[in-house]
């Protein structure tokens, strides 16, 4: 069963700082895997996605990497903002059997807090 | 491109009453997701439809929720009766094409229903 780890669970940074998100998963069988912002009182917005076979994916300021082989994958957030302040979350998208694209399977999220 | 539409945004009900959310898709999306987070976790998969008929609803209590998605379009999502743990915010997404580089599906996600069961 895939599991979905993000640490850590909150973050409160003071503003222009760099910073990472971490999230680890059981299964390394997976289609993909996604980082999606979400606000409160609104849905989720899609950041980034990065195929199994790649190791990174960049967009303005946000970079996420993926190792599969160790399970895990980081959100690099460079020059933090107050704007930047959301709960961020990490979600694998597993490979069934026969290689078709599986559900989504979401971590818990980490709420960042960019302090101006 | 109106986004994915929720009614009602708040419903606050006591335990072992009925409870219905209704989700709008973008238009022209065959797949349709409903997915329950509760507070402080990620969101969890109830069930996913292709047009009007059930992919997967292996994560959705039967004994007490159900859901339909009448001419492949709208959706509802009822609850009955409802526990206290089932306050959540109850999202709904849809999807309709596959990211060009990717192929993977890209969901679109409605801003929520939040349920709280007294």
């Known amino acids: 069963k895939q599991e979905v780890t993000q640490i850590p669970a909150a973050l409160s940074v003071p503003e222009g700082e760099n910073l990472v998100l971490n999230c680890s998963f059981t299964d390394s069988a997976i289609y993909n895997l996604q980082w999606f912002r979400q606000d409160p009182g609104k849905g989720l917005t899609s950041l980034l996605l990065i195929q199994s076979s790649q190791r990174e994916q960049t967009s303005g300021r946000l970079n996420a990497s993926l190792d599969k082989s160790s399970g895990r994958s980081t959100l690099y957030i460079a020059a933090s903002q107050p704007g930047d302040s959301a709960t961020y979350l990490c979600a694998v998208r597993r490979r069934n059997y026969g290689g078709s694209q599986g559900n989504l399977i979401f971590g818990k999220g980490t709420k960042l807090s960019v302090k101006p | 491109e109106a986004g994915v539409a929720q009614s009602p945004r708040y419903k606050i009900i006591e335990k072992r009453q009925s409870v219905a959310f209704w989700c709008n898709p973008i238009s022209g999306h065959a797949t349709l997701y409903w997915y329950q987070q509760i507070l402080g976790q990620g969101p969890k998969l109830l069930i996913q439809?292709?047009?009007?008929?059930?992919?997967?609803d292996s994560q959705l209590p039967k004994d007490r929720f159900s859901a339909e998605r009448l001419k492949g379009v709208d959706s509802t999502l009822k609850i009955q009766p409802a526990k206290l743990e089932d306050s959540a915010v109850y999202l709904c997404a849809s999807s309709s094409y596959r990211d060009r580089g990717s192929g993977a599906n890209v969901l679109t996600f409605g801003a929520g229903s939040r349920l709280t069961v007294l």
């Open positions: 439809f292709q047009n009007n008929g059930v992919v997967d």
